[in-house]
C-alpha cells in the first residue's frame, strides 16, 4: 500500500489549502522518518515550507544524543530545515505529574509557540497501532467518546491545527513504505521496552496476547474507531449547536438551559466553557459533573442557601460560583483594580483586571434592549473619545436603565447577589466628568438611550482568568 494515495492534503484541502508552514515533530523513528518523507513531496506538490522538529528530553544519556545526531544528518543529506529543541523535562514535572503527561505537555506549548501564525501546521507520525492503543489507554480512564478518539487526523488544540496523514496506517505497513525507498534503517527509542510504562505493557503485551487469542484484534478496533469517531463527531456537532445558541455569548451558563442537557452534552459545554475561561484545554472530570448537579440539586431545595462555591480541581485559588440562575467560574480577587483611561479611538480592544475589554460599531438595530450583563450598546455620538474605567467606589450611585431616580452602586451589587469581597473586580464604566454610563456584570445605566437615528457602538467584557504566577 503506498502512503502517497490517497493524497492526505486532497482529502482535507479546505483546510489545509492556506497553509505556508509544516512543522514535522522528527524523533528519527520509523513513524516520523516515512511522515518527513511524505510531507517533502506535498510540500513540492502543495508549495509549503516544511521543518523538521526534533524534541531532545536527554534522559537517555548517549542514546538521546545519537537519535539527535541521526535526525540532523537525515536533514541535512536531503536539505530539509531541521531545528531541535531542548526541554529539561524531569525539573519542570510538577507534583505527581507523569514523565510523559509533563512532557506532552511542554511540547504542546513549544508547538504553540511555532504555530503562532494561522498559515501553520503541527504534523505529527501517529499511525493505526497508536490509535488502537490510545483507545485502550482512555478506556481504562474512563473516557468519553470524544476522549476514545482523541487521536484525529486533522484536529485543532488550543488554537492551532495538528494533522496525522499516518493515523490509517499500521507500523507494518509504515516499516515497508520505508523499505521500498531504500531506508533500512531508524532509530528505534529502548525505553519502549519497558513494560511497566502502560503504554508499552498494552503495545508489547496486551495486544498481542489479544491478537494470538483472536487474529482479528487489531483490524477490529480500528474499525470500532473510525466508527466511534462519527458518533463522537455527531454529538460535538450538537454541543457546537448548543453553544452558539445558548451560551457563547455570555461569560456565565444558564442554569435553566444547563440542567436540560444530556449528560453527553453538559461535559462537553461544561469543558467548553471551563476552557474558554482559563484560555487553556480544561478537561472536567465526571466527578466534577456529579458535584455540579448535586450542587444545583441542593440549591433548588435549600430555603436558606442562595450559591454555592464547588472547588476547580487542579487549579489554586479557582472555584464555581453557583447561584438559583447560573453558574460561573470565579475566583478570589479581593483587590480593586487601578483605574484607567481608556482612549477607545486608539485602543478598541485592552485588559482590566480580570477582564478582556472591547468596543466595535455595529448596525443600526431596531430594540431598546442590550445583549446581557457584559454588553451594552450605546448611540456612538454619546460616547467621548476617552472613558474612564474603575473599581467601585463607597457612596457611588447612578440612574439605572429603565429608572429615573439614583441608585447605590451598593444596593445594585446586593440585588445582584455579589459578595462585598468581589465588588471591586467589576468595571465601572464612567464619562470623564464621573458620570458613570454602566457597571458590567450589573447594570447599565439610564444614559443615552437608543435611538435607531445614530451610529451604535457595542462595548464587551470577557473574563480573562490569566493564571497567579
Same mark, same amino acid.
Given at each position: ?175 515497508? @513504505?520505508?523499505? $521500498? *525507498?531504500? %531506508? ?7 525505553? =519502549? /521496552?519497558?513494560? !511497566? +510504562? ?48 445558548? @451560551?457563547?455569548? $455570555? *461569560?456565565? %451558563? ?7 442537557? =444530556? /449528560?453527553?452534552? !453538559? +461535559? ?202
Amino acid at each position: 500500500m503506498s502512503l502517497y494515495n490517497p493524497d492526505f492534503f486532497q482529502k482535507y484541502y479546505k483546510e489545509l489549502k492556506k497553509i505556508k508552514k509544516v512543522f514535522c515533530g522528527f524523533s528519527g523513528g520509523a513513524d516520523s522518518t516515512a511522515l518527513l518523507l511524505l510531507l517533502t513531496e506535498y510540500s513540492k506538490k502543495y508549495n509549503f515550507k516544511l521543518k523538521a522538529v526534533h524534541y531532545q528530553h536527554g534522559l537517555r544519556g548517549e542514546e538521546s544524543f545519537q537519535d539527535s545526531k541521526f535526525c540532523a544528518d537525515f536533514c541535512e543529506s536531503r536539505n530539509i530545515d531541521f531545528i531541535e529543541i531542548n526541554i529539561d523535562v524531569k525539573s519542570l514535572i510538577k507534583g505527581k505529574e507523569s514523565f510523559e503527561d509533563r512532557a506532552r505537555s511542554l511540547r504542546l506549548s513549544k508547538w504553540k509557540e511555532l504555530c503562532s501564525s494561522e498559515d501553520s501546521v503541527v504534523a505529527l507520525g501517529h499511525n493505526s497501532d497508536d490509535r488502537n492503543e490510545n483507545i485502550l489507554i482512555r478506556l481504562l480512564r474512563g473516557s468519553n467518546l470524544s476522549g476514545l478518539t482523541s487521536l484525529r487526523e486533522i484536529q485543532y488544540i488550543e488554537g492551532f491545527m495538528i494533522i496525522r496523514p499516518l493515523l490509517n496506517y499500521s507500523r507494518s505497513e509504515i516499516e515497508n @513504505f520505508l523499505i $521500498s *525507498n531504500d %531506508i533500512t534503517f531508524w532509530r528505534k527509542d529502548s525505553s =519502549n /521496552n519497558n513494560n !511497566k +510504562i502502560l503504554r508499552n505493557y498494552i503495545r508489547n503485551i496486551v495486544l498481542p496476547g489479544l491478537s494470538e487469542l483472536y487474529p482479528g484484534t487489531r483490524d477490529g478496533i480500528k474499525r470500532a474507531a473510525l466508527v466511534l469517531l462519527e458518533d463522537a463527531l455527531f454529538i460535538e456537532g450538537e454541543v457546537e449547536k448548543k453553544w452558539q445558541k445558548l @451560551f457563547a455569548s $455570555s *461569560n456565565f %451558563i444558564n442554569l435553566e438551559e444547563y440542567i436540560k442537557l =444530556n /449528560n453527553a452534552l !453538559k +461535559i462537553r459545554i461544561l469543558r467548553r466553557y471551563l476552557s474558554n475561561c482559563l484560555k487553556r484545554d480544561y478537561v472536567p472530570t465526571y466527578d466534577l459533573l456529579k458535584r455540579i448537579d448535586d450542587e444545583i440539586l441542593r440549591l433548588q431545595s435549600s430555603k436558606n442557601k442562595n450559591r454555592f462555591k464547588i472547588p476547580l480541581p487542579e487549579e489554586k485559588d479557582y472555584f464555581i460560583e453557583l447561584n438559583r440562575e447560573s453558574f460561573r467560574i470565579s475566583r478570589e480577587d479581593k483587590e480593586n483594580f487601578p483605574s484607567i483611561i481608556w482612549h477607545w479611538h486608539k485602543n478598541p480592544k485592552i485588559k482590566w483586571g480580570i477582564w478582556d475589554i472591547t468596543i466595535k460599531r455595529i448596525k443600526k438595530i431596531n430594540t431598546m434592549k442590550t445583549e446581557g450583563e457584559f454588553s451594552a450598546f450605546f448611540p456612538e455620538d454619546a460616547i467621548p473619545e476617552k472613558l474612564k474605567i474603575s473599581s467601585v467606589l463607597p457612596g457611588e450611585k447612578m440612574i439605572p436603565f429603565g429608572m429615573q431616580k439614583d441608585v447605590s452602586l451598593r444596593k445594585l451589587f446586593e440585588n445582584k447577589k455579589i459578595p462585598s469581597n468581589k465588588k471591586g473586580v467589576y468595571p465601572v464604566f464612567s464619562l470623564p466628568e464621573g458620570k458613570i454610563i454602566w457597571v458590567a456584570g450589573v447594570r447599565r445605566a439610564n444614559y443615552a438611550p437608543l435611538t435607531g437615528k445614530t451610529n451604535i457602538l457595542k462595548i464587551e467584557v470577557k473574563y480573562n482568568l490569566g493564571r497567579k504566577k
